[in-house]
């Protein structure tokens, strides 16, 4: 059911904290001086000036760091805090200056003098592969040093991380293949454009940090400063208030690190802020460079595929090794593969550092590889929604062996795309022959002038939802209404509203009674991450445990009150009653915990799957009746009141979800896109325009379908970004495009014509209600599916997005020899 | 978040108090739209910034119906201009273009002087302005003079104003029969722009945003030839909008279909 924004009114009244909100008492502000080499050694740092400008407190440099863990970096712990020795990046972070206002640090920044022994600058993942120059000359990995399953590279031969993935025989099942199709993709550098950049302030005193971030992942956070700062965990804070869009890109561990030790020096706590330029050198997405081979039998059926990626990962590996892992997880898509090859390396390059952002990996191999499918289609003159159809998976099948089979039905999500694109096509069509639609008229009429269509679908299944752990905390005060304690970080998806529908239906409450904070790594429980499409899933089961176990705690008090066995309290309809009160009910009741899962269809639900489309959305609040109500029962604030013996008192639940019961195979659901695209191609200028955009949100049960479909318009658009306009362009050491008026982000004027939006519910995921994730699923599949478009139009497949309109001026060029 | 540099303030209503403050390290302002970007990116480090938003004589909008022209105050909003009746009634085609250029809050803040005086390749106002025949008044505290905006704008981002003069007012002739604007803006900033005046007997083309400024030439109507020369002569830009083949190729067939000419 949709409900309403929780975040609504104060998000759009302007009173919704952030963390560039964020003040401390007696607060300092930092300016961060930025290398202006891609790559040397420093020389030498003269601050003496800095130090005697107005207002200055500290000018900090790697060298009064000290015994300070000095690096940071979760998989590859190769990251400084200040750059010791050498730079390897423009804009990477070199000295900070605190001072008691933004002006003052500002001022002070330009007063540090830094001299450079300037290297060679690799900026690209190829030079950088073949380059005997090396950007790390060191390796920071101990032997057997892993995270998650990711061991990461131990060479130094600028290389971060490489993987790889094979069954079968994919280079003999090549060479007897009736037809092999090849296709390489360059994907651009992009940067995770969010409203709100990364900022941090840090208080770091004798024992003790706190820290307000733009954090995705509080938790992960907080574990790193920990041993940094050779803290114990809880002797570090990490407080996240609304975040001003994240898209991965603020996963791990970014500003903080250089905010604490700001504070150490300083003996202040210490506010960094980044505008876009400084974002852009914070972190950005992995370009690639991607080819696939697929081998096809004389039916069209896939008999192999072969497929290198390599990424431009930039000076610090970040989290591109696990990118990189997942990226070949998603890179050969949802089709029965016999025989596969995918090897991945992530090279170091003189460029900002890479990490996560949307789609993980997904986006960078779909493109290479869904347009090869086109391709192959082309080449095998079968319609390409057709070849796609005889190779896709069916529900259940194996994707990758040991890992959770299928959990959608592809074919059907296919046949609704193109059922969309049919419809919207026989409608312009239908229209201009009748004559009654002047701008579909228009449109026919260009034909004869130079516009040229295409259309293509593209689909993706990602491994998503990242590990298991999570925890959640009711807590029930003496009037019913709810606090809900999470740690996942609320950056503009919803998920605070779509965590306190479930909470709500759950508890038998409306959402007005429910509240949910905010992150904070002090009163908030445990959370893995918020990020791979996981929480309305994975966080959803924690705050359905936890619900579950609320009712025990209340079946237990109501229990007590009334000097009965615990066995003889039931909870039914929203209320508590004596079993004797109940009767004549279906099997189960009674049953004591089992009860508790009578309320939401919940717990377990995921597991089932069983649950028809009919069945589902049935809260306790409107279940049909099991009972003979022979007395009324009561509430569960009658029975906290009763227990206190006072209007007072609350009763808590915690529920926890780790890696067992429906998420005990990874993993915990796999993320669908599936989207249909038709694009314009304007002969003469080569300014692509969308005509229709077709998603398909295969989400198993959407908790919010406004939340969801706003995800997935969002991602797409995020698609629609790289495809066409996003790019982030170095000319030699210097990224020529730091802002957003040469880096081009999709504006309103850039949306569809036409979008439609489909919600596949078929209560097939494992999550509350047969839910599965959303939020990245549907940019996955949009390059891929534009860059095939476009391809369609134009009669030359393009190898390079952004699909600008010189780039595809370009390819009409090359069409037309 | 960038910050500026401290800076002061001269602010008055009076235009002659503005014309004696402003010189090389005193900055007239007004919008801020492209003063503010430039001094956030260092390019320009003045002492003070002049307001002009408060000096009436650099705000009018004024119709003369005998003399058939508009004069247009430097401080005017791209927004007013183009929702002003007189400018939509006899300037329609200077009208449109201002109200597309940048974006809405460049519009409600970005004036028709900052515009010019900036002297942004990549932009639409000095091409339309200049294929209308406009000229600029610029002012100082030792006088005034009067420009064609070819005189004005010299180059890219370089005008022949002298560090102590401001413009004052823009005069555009009414627009003539048979004029139309078209551009082709991927970016935040047009790609290209083309101002057309055609008639019977003439074509005079104005050619913005992709060369270092803009360019007109008046050409007898059917003169393919000198049409052919015109484009290719022209000296594109190389940037993120595109290569000068791309831009020339996309004249070319604007021209092509508008003008009906085969190139």
């Known amino acids: 059911m949709t409900s309403p924004r929780s975040d609504a009114w104060e998000k759009v009244t302007g009173r919704a904290r952030y963390a560039v909100d964020a003040v401390l008492p007696n607060m300092a502000h930092a300016a961060v001086v930025r290398s202006e080499r891609a790559h040397a050694y420093l020389t030498g740092i003269d601050r003496a000036e800095a130090e005697a400008a107005p207002g200055v407190i500290a000018v900090v440099t790697a060298e009064d760091l000290g015994d300070l863990g000095r690096r940071f970096g979760h998989i590859v712990p190769d990251h400084a805090i200040l750059a010791v020795d050498k730079v390897r990046y423009y804009g990477e972070p070199v000295a900070v200056v605190v001072a008691e206002t933004p002006h003052q640090a500002a001022d002070a920044a330009e007063l540090v003098w830094v001299d450079y022994d300037d290297l060679p600058a690799l900026t690209d993942a190829v030079t950088a592969l073949a380059s005997d120059v090396l950007i790390h000359e060191q390796s920071y990995v101990e032997p057997g040093q892993k995270f998650l399953d990711v061991a990461p590279a131990a060479s130094t031969d600028n290389i971060a991380h490489r993987n790889e993935l094979a069954w079968g025989d994919a280079e003999a099942a090549l060479a007897a293949a009736a037809t092999v199709v090849e296709t390489t993709t360059t994907f651009p550098l992009v940067y995770g454009y969010a409203m709100e950049t990364y900022n941090a302030l840090a208080d770091w005193q004798p024992g003790s940090l706190h820290v307000v971030s733009t954090a995705q992942h509080p938790l992960m956070v907080r574990r790193e400063l920990a041993r940094m700062f050779s803290l114990p965990l809880a002797a570090v804070r990490v407080e996240v208030p609304y975040i001003g869009g994240g898209y991965g890109s603020k996963s791990y561990t970014k500003l903080e690190p250089l905010a604490a030790a700001a504070s150490w020096a300083a003996g202040r706590p210490v506010k960094v802020t980044t505008d876009v330029e400084a974002a852009m050198y914070t972190t950005r997405a992995d370009g690639a460079l991607v080819t696939v081979r697929t081998g096809f039998d004389a039916d069209a059926r896939i008999c192999a595929r072969d497929i290198d990626i390599r990424f431009d990962t930039g000076a610090y590996a970040d989290n591109s090794p696990l990118v990189l892992t997942k990226s070949i997880n998603r890179s050969f898509g949802p089709y029965r593969i016999p025989n596969l090859r995918v090897r991945g390396v992530a090279a170091y390059t003189n460029t900002s550092p890479a990490s996560s952002y949307r789609g993980f990996g997904a986006p960078q191999a779909a493109l290479a590889g869904e347009l090869n499918m086109d391709m192959a289609a082309d080449r095998l003159g079968i319609d390409p929604v057709e070849l796609r159809r005889r190779n896709l998976l069916a529900p259940g099948d194996t994707i990758i062996d040991g890992k959770r089979p299928l959990d959608a039905d592809l074919a059907a999500d296919l046949d609704a795309i193109v059922f969309a694109l049919d419809q919207h096509a026989f409608e312009r069509d239908a ?285 797409a658009t995020q698609g629609l970004g790289i495809a066409l306009w996003e790019e982030m362009v170095y000319d030699g050491e210097q990224l020529t495009n730091p802002n957003l008026v040469e880096y081009r982000v999709p504006r309103l004027r850039d949306t569809p014509r036409r979008i439609t939006s489909v919600l596949a519910e078929r209560g097939d995921g494992a999550g509350p209600y047969g839910a599965k994730g959303a939020g990245e699923g549907a940019l996955n599949p949009v390059p891929a599916a534009v860059a095939a478009a476009v391809g369609r139009a134009v009669g030359v497949w393009p190898t390079e997005l952004p699909l600008t309109p010189p780039r595809v001026w370009s390819l009409l060029q090359q069409a037309q020899q | 978040m960038a910050v500026l540099p401290e800076l002061g303030l001269v602010r008055s209503g009076d235009l002659d108090d503005v014309l004696a403050a402003v010189d090389y390290d005193h ?237």
Not at chain 2, 214 to 220: C, D, E, H, K, Q
Not at chain 2, 242 to 263: C, F, H, I, N
Request: with cysteine; net charge negative; aromatic share 4%.
């Open chain 1, 431 to 715: 229209a201009v022959q009748a004559g009654g639609d002047q701008h579909a008229a228009d449109q026919h009429d260009a034909v004869d002038v130079g516009i040229r269509r295409g259309r293509a679908v593209a689909v993706t299944a990602s491994d998503a939802g990242a590990s298991p752990i999570s925890t959640a905390q009711v807590r029930m005060h003496a009037d019913g209404s709810v606090t809900l304690l999470v740690s996942s970080t609320e950056m503009g998806q919803g998920s605070r509203t779509a965590l306190a529908q479930i909470a709500a239906r759950e508890l038998c409450v409306s959402i007005e009674a429910v509240a949910v904070g905010q992150s904070d790594t002090r009163f908030t429980p445990f959370e893995w991450t918020t990020g791979a499409s996981r929480t309305t899933t994975v966080v959803g089961l924690a705050v359905q445990a936890a619900c579950a176990d609320l009712w025990d705690n209340l079946r237990v008090k109501a229990a007590e009150s009334a000097g009965v066995p615990v066995d003889d309290v039931v909870v039914h309809g929203g209320r508590v009653h004596l079993a004797a009160e109940v009767s004549n009910t279906v099997s189960g009741l009674g049953a004591g915990g089992d009860v508790v899962g009578e309320h939401g269809t919940g717990l377990g639900a995921g597991a089932a799957g069983a649950l028809g489309a009919g069945e589902r959305g049935t809260g306790a609040a409107d279940a049909a009746p099991v009972v003979k109500d022979s007395g009324s029962g009561l509430t569960p604030a009658e029975v906290i009141r009763q227990w206190f013996g006072a209007d007072a008192g609350e009763v808590v639940g915690v529920g926890v979800v780790r890696r067992d019961g429906a998420t005990a195979v990874l993993p915990p659901f796999w993320e669908i896109g599936a989207v249909g695209v038709e694009v314009s191609v304007d002969v003469a200028t080569g300014e692509v325009t969308v005509e229709h955009l077709v998603t398909v949100g295969d989400v198993g049960h959407a908790v919010n379908p406004d939340l969801v479909k706003g995800q997935d318009l969002g991602a």
């Open chain 2, 27 to 263: 900055a007239p302002f007004a919008g801020g739209t492209e003063l503010v970007p430039a001094m956030e990116l260092g390019l320009r480090r003045p002492a003070a910034i002049v307001d002009l938003k408060r000096v009436e004589a650099l705000k009018g909008i004024e119709v003369d119906a005998e003399a058939g022209t508009v004069t247009i105050g430097a401080a005017v909003t791209h927004r007013r201009l183009s929702d002003h009746a007189g400018v939509r009634e006899h300037l329609p085609t200077l009208a449109a273009a201002a109200s597309r250029v940048g974006n809405a809050r460049v519009r409600s803040t970005g004036t028709v002087g900052g515009n010019l005086c900036f002297a942004e390749p990549r932009s639409d106002l000095g091409c339309v302005l200049l294929a209308l025949g406009a000229t600029a008044e610029v002012r100082s505290a030792h006088g005034a003079r009067t420009l064609g905006i070819d005189e004005l704008i010299v180059g890219a981002f370089e005008t022949s104003l002298e560090p102590d003069e401001i413009l004052a007012t823009v005069t555009v002739p009414f627009e003539p029969p048979g004029m139309s604007y078209w551009k082709l803006q991927s970016y935040e900033r047009p790609t290209l722009g083309v101002a057309l005046v055609v008639t019977e007997d003439r074509w005079e083309i104005t050619v913005g945003a992709a060369t270092e400024r803009p360019t007109r030439i008046v050409l007898a109507a059917g003169d393919t030839a000198g049409l052919a020369d015109f484009v290719g002569g022209l000296e594109f830009s190389d940037d993120m909008t595109g290569p000068p083949d791309y831009k020339r190729s996309v004249l070319r067939a604007y021209l092509q279909r508008t003008l009906g000419a085969e190139l």
